[in-house]
């Protein structure tokens, strides 16, 4: 079951763009990124998988962590409103969102959609298929038990 709750955290509304920077520069070196270019414009999303968390990105992790156990994040960063993502897809396992910085919305099969907006969460359990989309630069923080 698809849940969202509203401003539920407090430490990714306090994610800065200094350390995301320092984040997406510690992954370059260690080529750890994916980068989601779809459409071949230059408005890409970037996903970082490594585990080096930046002071506030840190903090973020270490709040979600202590809040559901969770054991990874991936960080997914996009500088503008036309920035691609992965499309409508569904994930191997069940995945908990939380936004940081602007917002994002998601769509689902069912016809819901969510608009999320710094400190809010959406769970979304594997296999249920949706579709993200950007709505302004954003940091989204995407969190998993596996």
Known sequence: MIKYTSSHY??????????????????Y??????????????????????????????????????????KILHTYISFCKESDTFGRHCDEVDVLIVQAIGSVSYEFDSG????????????????????????TPRVTLSFSWE
């Not at 970037?46 to 968390?53: D, E, I, P, Q, W």
């Not at 969510?114 to 296999?127: C, E, N, R, V």
Request: glycine share 2%; proline share 7%; aromatic share 14%.
């Open 10 to 27: 407090t430490f990714p509304k306090k994610i800065t763009w200094d350390d995301v920077i320092e984040k997406i520069s510690n992954e």
């Open 29 to 70: 070196e260690s080529k750890s990124y994916l980068i989601i270019s779809k459409r071949n414009v230059s408005f890409p999303s970037f996903v970082l998988h490594n585990n080096f968390f930046p002071k506030s990105i840190l903090k973020s992790f270490n709040e979600v962590k202590n809040d559901c156990n969770i």
């Open 112 to 135: 819901e959609c969510y608009t999320l907006y710094p400190g809010d969460s959406l769970f979304i359990p594997k296999g249920v298929y949706h579709n993200p989309i950007v709505n």
